[in-house]
């Protein structure tokens, strides 16, 4: 009983040693496609052990990038917060990525902003429909 159970681990351990080395980044990308060139993001991402701090996209600049791996156990979660406007006064908080029960490797997950809300483009598909819509704070 021993010797199955040692062979059961040692296969496991070596099917999970080639899965890892054959798994590529995942990366979360926000892209800044406002109307106004002027009008500049502010991003905020984090998961559950990774804080990115706090980023400014302009709309000349290149998508903001984010790449990670897939936590098998307990699950990998990205939560985003992106605000704009003069006083960063529109805002929209998301969970822009939640693993599945299956490990994902190498996928491109892009969320868009444009001037009516985020859009989301998923390996390099053009966007569909909106996804969020912008919401306004009023500053006191």
Request: positive net charge; aromatic residues 14%; glycine residues 6%.
């Amino acid at each position: 009983m021993n010797i199955f159970f040692f062979v059961f681990l040692l296969i496991v351990s070596l099917f999970a040693g080639l899965n890892e080395a054959r798994c590529r980044d995942n990366v979360l990308a926000i892209q800044n496609s406002l109307a106004s060139s002027h009008d500049t993001l502010q991003v905020h991402c984090k998961s559950r052990n990774n804080d990115q701090g706090v980023h400014f996209i302009k709309c000349s600049d290149h998508a903001y990038r984010i790449m990670f791996v897939d936590d098998i156990f307990p699950g990998t979660e990205w939560d985003c917060q992106i605000q704009h406007g003069p006083k960063m006064e529109y805002v929209i908080i998301f969970r822009a990525y939640r693993s599945g029960s299956v490990r994902r490797c190498g996928q491109l997950y892009t969320w868009i902003a444009k001037d009516d809300g985020i859009y989301f483009s998923k390996n390099d598909k053009p966007e569909g429909k909106i996804i969020f819509n912008w919401i306004k704070y009023k500053s006191s």
